[in-house]
């Protein structure tokens, strides 16, 4: 008897151990299942395709997500060698004042240097200032131009050589080039997450999903266009320079006139005779004022006064003719 029960207790645990290992290759073979299933979804950015489709998403397995992470290191590094690597964005502006007696021809010669060197003329404007003091009306020009940033200093030079004495000359310069490689970035991060969008997009099965993702894919591609219309507008500034040049002609020279006590009585006389004048046609202006208000208000004012006078009867004027009759 005991012998019998021995051994089905030993048959007992023997059908146990083999339902353990069961159910334990059962479940590593699930894992594997689900591992190579989830390396199906899109491994940029789990996070974002989760608020996009505001449902749950499945998680990637540890080896994609240690891909991902290899990937985003080396592409980390190829943006960092390429940042060393690029051409150098600086916006190079200039302002240059000359005193010429020709400003029209140095107009016409800056032209010519502009598009001698691949330029152009943004503005062009002559002006003359009237001045009552000098014997002819001072010109000024005042000319912007746009040359290749190579050619900068070239321009700047023959732009010197013009004629005249400078003035005033001003040169800047702006490295915008952290700020370049930063929007390059910037847009290839937004490029990647418009592709799994897209992405996400093909594999939606609800039409609120979909409209859900089409809402974050558009406000991720206006990003992406404002961000390269910076982009483009730095690599405009940094590719062209600005050159502000100012012509004018010389201020001319007053010769210093003596004075002496018969020059200062003239004047004195002078300016008398002009106050005089100016008190005159002020009382001849006030008249002329004056005789349309008298004529259309101050006379029928007066006239209505009289009238309404002896029509009234005043309590003093009635009181006074009774004392009046009694002492007669």
Partial sequence: MRRSIVLLLIAVTALAGCKRTVSRDAVNSGAVAYNQSSSVVPSSSPSDARTAIGGPVRLQSPTAARNVQEASLSSAGSAQGSAQAAERKIIRNAEITIETDAPNDGQRKIAAIAEKHGGFVVTSESRQNDARSQTAAATVVNVIVRVPAQKFAEAIEEIRGVGGRILHEKI????????????????????????QFLEIMKQARKVSDALEVQTQLADVRAEIERLEGRRRFLENQSALSTINITLSTPAPVVAATTRGFFYDIKAAFGDGVDTGTEIILGIIRFVIVMIPVTLFILLPAWLVFRWLRRRIVWPGRTAASPATNQSE
């Fill in 172 to 195: 800047s310069g702006q490295d915008v080039t952290e700020e370049y490689i930063d929007l390059e970035a910037r847009i290839r991060t937004k490029r990647a997450l418009e592709a």
